[in-house]
């Protein structure tokens, strides 16, 4: 395979991976503010697509920074939602579609306008200096205090056509920063973006020691289950308690009790109420702590060894 073919299906590839990124990560996050009507599900969409698509064709050589871009927009679609709700719960539905997508749209207009001087962040292949980071993070600190303001203000005791008109102004406010900090929006979307690619490249060289993990983990769960069945199953009483009483356990409540035990979550719908199931409850605690000790060992030695590696 020449050079050229190799470099067009390694593009080809990362264009797929951005698209199929973005597009699950905005149904995720539609699907999940979809109680707030059905408008802003499509809206949500509708700003991940319009903004994967013209990213693209502004910046055609810094295809990583949609993920980036993906992920601030379903933060930022988490926290309007959240804002929207709890201090402008009357606002006419037709405010909040325009006051989520002013932001959005003043963002990538500003990319348009200072295209020139934004292609090189983007196609920036290292994170900066993190002493630059405060400065990076002032538009965050601005579009908070907006926030924060909504909140104090009894904003959500207005008249619907007030609170529609402050939830526009407040969002208008947001837009006009996210234009004016351009550059620092940019530069964040893209560290992000780097973050996530040197994770999911860490989590590679991780796969062994925790696939290890989860198969222990995984038979420890099966093992201690099985136990709790069995040893209900012969008892001539039952050795469980559920949320009506004295209860004779299946093996799928087995497993859940068994996985509840073992992570230390102790939901309270079944609890033993033999002493010897309690102690064999304690021992897979135990045991599950050893577990840990046994994953966090093995993540460090895989880290060691890449170490030891990439200095040779």
Do not use: K
């Not at 597009?23 to 408008?39: C, E, M, N």
């Not at 497993?255 to 979550?265: G, N, P, R, W």
């Not at 304690?282 to 170490?307: H, K, N, P, W």
């Amino acid at each position: 395979m020449s050079a050229a073919r190799r470099r067009g299906l390694t593009r080809l590839t990362a264009w797929l991976r951005a698209v199929l990124f973005t597009v699950v990560l905005a149904v995720l996050t539609a699907w999940g503010v979809g109680d707030d009507g059905r408008v802003m599900p499509m809206v949500v969409v509708a700003a991940a697509a319009l903004g994967l698509g013209f990213l693209y064709w502004l910046f055609p050589r810094g295809l990583h920074f949609a993920f980036g871009t993906a992920t601030g927009l379903a933060i930022y679609a988490s926290l309007f939602v959240v804002l929207s709700r709890a201090q402008f719960p009357q606002a006419p539905d037709w405010s909040r579609a325009p006051a989520f997508l002013l932001p959005v749209f003043a963002f990538l207009v500003s990319a348009w306008w200072r295209r020139g001087d934004l292609a090189g962040i983007v196609g920036r292949e290292d994170e900066h200096d993190l002493a630059e980071l405060p400065h990076t993070l002032r538009w965050v600190l601005f579009t908070a205090l907006i926030g924060l303001v909504c909140f104090v203000l009894p904003v959500n005791r207005l008249e619907p056509w007030a609170q529609a008109a402050a939830l526009l102004i407040s969002m208008a406010a947001i837009a006009g920063i996210v234009a004016l900090s351009v550059r620092d929006v940019v530069r964040l979307l893209v560290d992000v973006a780097l973050i996530m690619h040197e994770v999911s490249d860490r989590a590679r060289h991780m796969m062994v020691p925790a696939t290890a993990f989860l198969l222990m983990y995984a038979l420890l769960v099966v093992v201690f289950a099985a136990a709790y069945r069995i040893s209900d199953g012969l008892s001539i009483v039952s050795l469980f308690n559920g949320p009506g009483g004295p209860m004779r356990i299946s093996y799928s409540d087995a497993l859940h009790f068994s996985i509840a035990t073992l992570s230390t979550v102790g939901y309270g719908d079944i609890h033993p109420q033999d002493d010897g199931i309690r102690v064999l409850a304690s021992i897979q605690v135990v045991l599950g702590q050893l577990l840990l000790l046994f994953g966090v060992a093995e993540i460090l030695r895989a880290r060691r060894r890449r170490g030891g590696a990439g200095t040779e």
